[in-house]
Each structure stands twice: as structure tokens, then as C-alpha cells.
């Protein structure tokens, strides 16, 4: 399955974010010096897709500047903008307004127009970020090529957060090939604590569920029903787990700081402006 496209929902309220989040994407938060949806972007490039799609809220203005190259200080004074710009050479970048209900899935059925006939698509959720050795949106499509399956991305979680996810069990024997997964288990009927996170390598049968399936939790349109009736179908799903990084997630303080400080601490010049207060602090 061709796969030169991505997706990334970035239209969420960011309410564990408020007040910055009034009139400004948290998918711009600075991760040092590059915006959240930018290390996804740079992801998504470094996987070889060609076109991205970016679905927007009410507070998008911000986000389609931050993609435009009008207005760029001169080339040759600010190296970063100049790599940004040559990295988006011959990328399509693509805004749609999200319409239709609340939930993580929507934002697939307004993609959808955007995506080539009868080819894959990898999908991000914008608040989360894969800081990995090898693009993660590039070991997705690896694991298809390898599997012919669609493909998710895992992590192992505490088990007293296995509430707050998307939870997968496996077929009898097989520790990579999805049974089935259930969104937000009570910890008692959790089948493992591998929780989906926001990295997908999906069809259009995907998305054609997600017109077909009832509205799930708190009436929510869930990709987690989805793929989880994909499977009862008779489709397969594995599982690409992060073996090379983690996976970061800037939905609300606790986690953005944490982001922060994982990025700043691999950069040389951050890490010495941080000795020794900081290290110290962080090593207590």
C-alpha cells in the first residue's frame, strides 16, 4: 500500500493548557526553539511523505502563519528558517477546519477528500511527539512493508494509567498482532498495560468505519472503535512499539515540562548554560 501521506488533528482546546491556549495552538508551543507540530512535520518529511494534512480549530490563525513562507526574514541571515524552508521544498501542506463531532477520529473524515485513493496514510495527533533515533512515522510504514498489516504505536504504561489510554491485546501467541484494543479500560479488565499513542499507519477502510460506527465514550468519535472493528472484520493491526526514543506528549504542564527538559538536556550549549543549578536540581 502507497503511502506518501499524513495527517495531523490539531484542533483541540488545549483546556489543560488554558490560558495560552485561548488564541494559540498548543501544537505551537515551543519545544526549545521549534513549535510542537514542527518535530512532527520534520518527522513526517524524514518518513519520505510527500503531502501533510493539518486540521485545524478555532484558533488556527497562528498555525497557517507558521506554514506560510511569505514574510521570512532574508535567506542566509537565520540558518534554521533557511533549513526550514529547503526541509518543506516540494512538501503540500494542507488546512481543513474540523467539522463534525468531538473525538480523536474526526479529524480522519475531514482528511479524507485530501487522502489519494486507495492509499495508506499515516495520522498524528498534535500533541504528541516521537523523539526517536529514526523517524517513528518512517518505522510505521518499515513495519507495513514488513507485515502487510496496519500499524500502531505503542509504549508500555504504569498500570494505574492504563485508564487514561487506548489498551491492546494481543492474538494467543503472538506478542506484536493486535486482538483487540478497548479505550480507557478500568485497570481490573485491562488485557496488558501497552497503551495506542498518537502514531497510526491506517487505510481508508479505517476512515470508512468511522462514518459506519455509533459515537462511543462521553458520545465521542473514537479511532480506538475503529480500529478495533477493523480487526473483528477480519483486518489485521500490529504494533510498533518506541525502541529507539520515547514518546512525549505537551497536553498539559506536567508532561510539556518534561518535554522541555528532555530536548534541552541533548542539546550541548542548553546542557552547559544549565550547569551545574539545574543539573543539580534535576539529579535531587
Request: aromatic share 8%; hydrophobic share 40%.
Given at each position: 500500500?502507497?503511502?506518501?501521506?499524513?495527517?495531523?488533528?490539531?484542533?483541540?482546546?488545549?483546556?489543560?493548557?488554558?490560558?495560552?491556549?485561548?488564541?494559540?495552538?498548543?501544537e505551537?508551543?515551543?519545544?526549545?526553539?521549534?513549535?510542537?507540530?514542527?518535530?512532527?512535520?520534520?518527522?513526517?518529511?524524514?518518513?519520505?511523505?510527500?503531502?501533510?494534512?493539518?486540521?485545524?480549530?478555532?484558533?488556527?490563525?497562528?498555525?497557517?502563519?507558521?506554514?506560510?513562507?511569505?514574510?521570512?526574514?532574508?535567506?542566509g541571515?537565520?540558518?534554521?528558517?533557511?533549513d526550514?524552508?529547503?526541509?518543506?521544498?516540494?512538501?503540500?501542506?494542507?488546512f481543513?477546519?474540523?467539522?463534525?463531532?468531538?473525538?480523536?477520529?474526526?479529524?480522519?473524515?475531514?482528511?479524507?477528500?485530501?487522502?489519494?485513493?486507495?492509499?495508506?496514510?499515516?495520522?498524528a495527533?498534535?500533541?504528541?511527539?516521537?523523539?526517536?533515533?529514526?523517524?517513528?512515522?518512517?518505522?510505521?510504514i518499515?513495519?507495513?512493508?514488513?507485515?502487510?498489516?496496519?500499524?500502531?504505536?505503542?509504549?508500555?504504561?504504569?498500570?494505574?494509567?492504563?485508564?487514561?489510554?487506548?489498551?491492546?491485546?494481543?492474538?494467543?501467541?503472538?506478542?506484536?498482532?493486535?486482538?483487540?484494543?478497548?479505550?480507557?479500560?478500568?485497570?481490573?479488565?485491562?488485557?496488558?498495560?501497552?497503551?495506542?499513542?498518537?502514531?497510526?499507519?491506517?487505510?481508508?477502510?479505517?476512515?470508512?468505519?468511522?462514518?459506519?460506527?455509533?459515537l462511543?465514550?462521553?458520545?465521542?468519535?473514537?479511532?480506538?472503535?475503529?480500529?478495533?472493528?477493523?480487526?473483528?472484520?477480519?483486518?489485521?493491526?500490529?504494533?510498533?512499539?518506541?525502541?529507539?526514543?520515547?514518546?512525549?506528549?505537551?497536553?498539559?504542564?506536567?508532561?510539556?515540562?518534561?518535554?522541555?527538559?528532555?530536548?534541552?538536556?541533548?542539546?550541548?550549549?542548553?546542557?552547559?548554560?544549565?550547569?551545574?543549578?539545574i543539573?543539580?536540581?534535576?539529579?535531587?
Amino acid at each position: 500500500m502507497k503511502i506518501e501521506t499524513g495527517v495531523i488533528a490539531a484542533a483541540g482546546s488545549g483546556t489543560r493548557m488554558l490560558p495560552v491556549t485561548l488564541g494559540y495552538p498548543k501544537e505551537l508551543l515551543p519545544i526549545i526553539n521549534k513549535p510542537a507540530i514542527h518535530l512532527i512535520v520534520e518527522e513526517f518529511i524524514q518518513a519520505g511523505l510527500k503531502k501533510i494534512i493539518i486540521i485545524t480549530g478555532d484558533n488556527a490563525a497562528p498555525l497557517h502563519r507558521q506554514y506560510s513562507l511569505k514574510d521570512l526574514p532574508p535567506s542566509g541571515k537565520y540558518s534554521p528558517l533557511d533549513d526550514f524552508v529547503e526541509a518543506l521544498n516540494g512538501i503540500e501542506i494542507v488546512f481543513e477546519p474540523q467539522e463534525g463531532p468531538y473525538g480523536n477520529g474526526t479529524p480522519l473524515l475531514v482528511a479524507e477528500k485530501h487522502i489519494p485513493a486507495g492509499e495508506g496514510f499515516i495520522y498524528a495527533y498534535g500533541d504528541d511527539i516521537l523523539k526517536t533515533d529514526k523517524s517513528f512515522a518512517r518505522q510505521l510504514i518499515d513495519a507495513h512493508i514488513e507485515t502487510g498489516a496496519l500499524v500502531v504505536g505503542t509504549q508500555a504504561v504504569d498500570w494505574v494509567d492504563v485508564v487514561r489510554y487506548g489498551i491492546v491485546e494481543f492474538m494467543p501467541g503472538s506478542d506484536r498482532e493486535m486482538k483487540d484494543v478497548v479505550e480507557k479500560p478500568v485497570r481490573e479488565e485491562a488485557k496488558s498495560n501497552l497503551a495506542m499513542f498518537g502514531r497510526f499507519l491506517l487505510s481508508p477502510e479505517v476512515i470508512a468505519i468511522l462514518r459506519e460506527i455509533p459515537l462511543g465514550k462521553s458520545n465521542e468519535l473514537w479511532l480506538t472503535d475503529s480500529v478495533r472493528e477493523y480487526v473483528r472484520r477480519g483486518g489485521r493491526v500490529v504494533v510498533q512499539p518506541v525502541t529507539d526514543g520515547e514518546w512525549l506528549t505537551i497536553g498539559d504542564p506536567v508532561n510539556y515540562l518534561k518535554t522541555l527538559i528532555e530536548y534541552a538536556l541533548e542539546d550541548p550549549a542548553l546542557l552547559e548554560a544549565l550547569t551545574p543549578r539545574i543539573r543539580k536540581f534535576l539529579k535531587d
